[in-house]
């Protein structure tokens, strides 16, 4: 045989044995002669799905004309063995595709074992198991092998065997585990598709689980070749996962779609978004667009084996007539010189204005596409007077437009229902009180309601959210309405955990203290509140309308209590339109006749603050900052128009801000707080911040002063801690990759993991860059005049990583009291030692005036595994400004927690409060 023959055979041979797993692309190659070289190009598109060669070709020159004659004998002997050697191929293909296994493998033969920890709404939680995983000492098990938990009670491997739709039912232990081994041939990249899991470790990475059982997470996975370890943490009992073959390297999944419906007469563009999947090990550019109305094309970033809820605007298609409307999207990946492009169809359904429907918008917190759902008033265009606005949240498992639903129209008033970002999502705090907010302001912007009558109701889940949004936002509402509402966490959720009597325990519990409605409920003073619940209430126990009751009781003179006999949950009596348990005519008559008084007319305040951050302002009053972060803030201010004088109490209040709007303007104010006069205060000029002139003050050594302005840079409403708050603004994921192999991959592996648990908790859809590519883009904002994106300011950004290989951290925390590198956590002069350290916090953009940096950190490969699954994305569970918790807190608890506290006002630790663990030997 002779050479080019030879190598045209290997070649051939090599595409046999890959077809079956990888897209066959154009190749090329030069083959030589005795005498002379020539070059022949051939092309294979080889069908995997029909298993043939549907199309192929074959061109063959050579760059020396002495060649030439002979070539072309030789092209015919190349062109027949390259026919019987595609046709080889081909049967080649089929023999891989035969031995790369089956295109779907359900789950079937695991072991399981019981829960060997405990975990609740906190950031500290035990697992014997995720301690040998966070200390590499974790190895596939066998049946009868034990682990003991940290309560000493020894649990046992088990062998279980789920049923043929791979679905484990009685044998999935609740809080447990299950590992699966999954046997591949050959290396491929195939779809996991589960539910009932917290979470999963694929051979080693940590990846995103259906805690709720939702049935639309599917995440690309790589299977090696051999055995593969999938280790589920199961979340309520029930576990289901089956591996599938992607119909290619992009895919537009199926499920989990935001869309918007079409209303008749509207004309303006809508929002939509899709989950796509990146079947490839490499990162994906992808551009994303409607085929309609010349629709702008969105380009998304998705990383290697990963997937994004991507945006997209549609162009409204021409529609006459309710029902539903086809769109045909398609997307495009670009990767490594490749193009693949793919289409699906979405359907929008097309409503009359005067029945609900769905309206979706892009969030400020993520860029992500959110839906808010509309119960029309039917006078709303013809009304003499401006509409109501009630905000109704929905309850756990509930979608927005199903709560919008359960109303008849208000004639005179709007029922708008945001989603505290997914059914169940985070219970109205956190991302879902933004949610509300955004929602809330958007109505506004759209309905022009009379600003004097926005009312708040809610369900369930719901209620709680009245109560939270009502305590924290007291000048908002004029009314609220609490139906099957429970108070907070620590009333319901966590009423028999134990009392936190440590000071670091304390300190967490202090973390969380914007979801402790009882500490605020003064506020309530400010609103009429009508309180709705069921007297055989099977979900949220009555006993939380009662005691809430006899806590107002103590001062508030308008509110009325209404316990319907004999009902509980989900109710509904009457024969009219709307359910009863949230449509129950009383409170609305209730809220009719309650309006939010001006701040003209106000003479007095009372409110209460925890977090300025998170509420600050009722009125003509504003808490700018506190003394002691996060404990109660609280003032009483009279104003006395005829005196031209404000007189107050404070407590915690280290910087004020008092709005003069019952004063005429031009003669001089006098002011006594906590019994120190200042005389003859000189008429304030306006703030651009306010509406109307009014008194800065801050608290020094004791003494309050009159000050012009504040510092920028210190904590202020919009820009604070704890450490959740660094999760809104547009935020970015920036992950390192300026470390070893292993610790360029946990960055990556865990900004993936928390875009995938963000996305399923809170419909997000957070972008994910390098920090190479985050300084390039900051670089190009600054020679753009400062600023990102249109004019918008500085991103919040979370680094993955530490100061010894993320890239960023020296260009945005060299001036943090935090450091960490590899052996050591420093907090101010507090220095920890160690590996096995995982490090919280945050801290100031030194590059902008609001944004934020959080960092997830570690001071080793056991540090860094620790920080995997650190529930910051779980509602109730506090987390301080800065946490330093080391291994040991999976076999410890709290004793594991080496350091907790919060910042002072200027970001220090000497002017913070914080909160240290002797350091063990």
């Known amino acids: 045989m002779n050479e080019p023959t030879l190598a045209l055979t290997r070649h051939i041979d090599t595409l046999s044995t890959a077809g079956a797993d990888l897209n066959l692309q154009p190749a090329e190659g030069v083959f030589h002669g005795p005498h002379c070289a020539w070059q022949s190009e051939f092309r294979l598109d080889y069908d995997k799905r029909a298993g043939r060669i549907a199309d192929m070709s074959f061109l063959s020159r050579s760059q020396n004309p002495a060649c030439r004659r002979s070539h072309a004998a030789s092209n015919i002997i190349l062109a027949l063995f390259l026919g019987a050697g595609l046709w080889f191929a081909g049967l080649g293909c089929r023999a891989a595709q035969s031995t790369a296994g089956p295109a779907e493998i359900p789950m079937r033969d695991v072991l399981v074992i019981r829960s060997l920890g405990h975990a609740g709404r906190s950031a500290i939680h035990t697992d014997a198991l995720e301690a040998r995983i966070v200390s590499g000492t974790w190895h596939a098990p066998s049946a009868g092998e034990t682990i003991q938990a940290p309560n000493g009670v020894t649990r046992t491997w088990e062998a279980a065997v789920a049923n043929k739709e791979g679905v484990l039912g009685r044998s999935a232990p609740r809080g447990g585990y299950v590992y699966w081994p999954v046997f591949s041939p050959i290396q491929r990249v195939m779809v996991l598709e589960a539910a009932g899991d917290n979470l999963v470790y694929v051979n080693g990475e940590i990846r995103a689980g259906d805690t709720y059982s939702a049935g639309y997470v599917e995440l690309p996975v790589l299977l090696h070749r051999g055995t593969n370890d999938f280790l589920f943490q199961c979340a309520r009992g029930r576990l289901r996962a089956k591996l599938t073959t992607p119909s290619g390297p992009l895919v537009i999944a199926p499920g989990d779609r935001t869309l918007p419906d079409l209303i008749l007469g509207e004309s303006e563009p809508v929002w939509c978004a899709v989950v796509l999947l990146n079947a490839t090990t490499n990162f994906a550019q992808v551009s994303l667009r409607a085929l309609t109305n010349s629709s702008p094309a969105h380009w998304v970033s998705i990383p290697p084996l990963g997937m994004r809820k991507a945006p997209f605007l549609v162009h409204r298609p021409h529609v006459e007539a ?345 003669g001089a104010v006098s002011l006594e707080l906590d019994g120190q006069k200042i005389e003859s205060i000189p008429w304030p000029k306006p703030m651009a911040s306010h509406p109307y002139p009014g008194l800065l003050v801050g608290r020094e050594g004791g003494r309050w002063q009159l000050e012009s302005s504040f510092p920028a840079s210190d904590k202020n409403p919009l820009r604070s801690g704890p450490f959740r708050e660094a999760f809104k603004n547009h935020v970015v994921f920036v992950y390192g990759t300026h470390g070893t192999p292993e610790e360029n991959a946990w960055a990556l592996d865990k900004a993936r993991y928390d875009e995938e648990t963000f996305w399923y908790r809170g419909n997000g859809s957070v972008a994910l860059m390098s920090d190479s590519a985050y300084l390039r883009r900051m670089r190009g904002a600054e020679e753009n005049s400062g600023s990102t994106r249109g004019g918008r300011g500085p991103r919040n950004a979370i680094l993955y990583g530490n100061a010894d290989f993320n890239a960023a951290w020296p260009i945005l925390l060299a001036s943090s009291p935090v450091q960490v590198h590899r052996g050591s956590v420093r907090i101010g002069s507090h220095e920890i030692s160690g590996d096995n350290l995982a490090c919280l916090f945050l801290q100031p953009n030194p590059r902008s005036d609001r944004a934020l940096v959080g960092v997830v950190s570690g001071s080793g490969l056991p540090g860094l595994r620790l920080a995997n699954r650190m529930p910051y994305f779980l509602s109730g569970a506090g987390f301080p400004d800065c946490l330093v918790v080391d291994t040991s807190m999976l076999t410890r608890g709290i004793d594991g927690v080496r350091a907790a506290g919060f910042f002072g006002l200027d970001w220090k630790v000497a002017s913070g409060q914080f909160a240290w663990q002797d350091e063990k030997p």
Not at 338 to 351: K, M, P, T, Y
Not at 377 to 395: C, E, Q, W
Not at 412 to 437: H, K, M, S
């Open 322 to 666: 309710t029902g539903e409307c086809p769109v045909e999207i398609e997307a495009t990946l670009h990767s490594r010189g490749r193009r693949e492009q793919v289409r699906s169809r979405i359907a929008l359904q097309v409503r009359r204005p005067d029945e609900p429907y769905k309206r979706t918008f892009l969030s400020s917190i993520d860029e992500s596409v959110q839906y808010y759902a509309v119960n029309p008033s039917p006078d709303v265009h013809t009304g003499a007077h401006p509409p109501a606005l009630f905000l109704s949240l929905h309850g756990a498992s509930v979608e927005a437009i199903g709560q919008a639903r359960a109303y008849s129209p208000k004639k005179w008033g709007q029922i708008v229902c945001p989603t505290n970002r997914r059914p169940y999502g985070f219970d109205w705090e956190e991302w879902g009180r933004w949610d509300a907010l955004e929602v809330l302001a958007l109505a506004e912007a759209r309905y022009h309601p009379d600003p004097s009558r926005i009312y708040l109701t809610g369900h369930s889940m719901g209620g709680h959210g009245v109560w939270q949004l009502g305590v924290l936002y007291p000048d908002r509402f004029a009314a609220i309405g609490p139906s099957a509402g429970w108070i907070s966490f620590t009333t319901y959720v966590s009423r028999n955990a134990p009392p936190a009597t440590s000071v670091m325990a304390q300190m967490l519990r202090r973390a969380a203290a914007s979801s402790d409605t009882l500490s605020m409920a003064t506020n309530y003073l400010q609103e009429g509140i009508y309180i709705l619940h069921g007297s055989e209430d099977d979900n949220v126990p009555v006993t939380e309308a009662r005691h809430m009751t006899n806590v107002l009781a103590r001062f508030h003179h308008d509110f009325v209590y209404h316990e319907q006999p004999g009902v509980r949950h989900w109710w509904d009596l009457s024969d009219e339109p709307g359910a009863d348990c949230v449509d129950w005519a009383p409170m609305f008559d209730f809220f009719a006749h309650h309006v939010i008084p001006s701040d003209e007319s106000l003479r007095r305040i009372r409110f209460t603050t925890v977090n300025p951050a998170v509420t600050s302002h009722s009125h003509w009053v504003t808490i700018l900052a506190q003394e002691r972060q996060l404990l109660p803030s609280a003032v009483d201010i009279r104003c006395d128009p005829g005196k031209r004088r404000l007189v107050g109490t404070t407590t915690n209040v280290a910087r004020l801000w008092l709005g003069l709007p019952s004063l005429t303007p031009g």
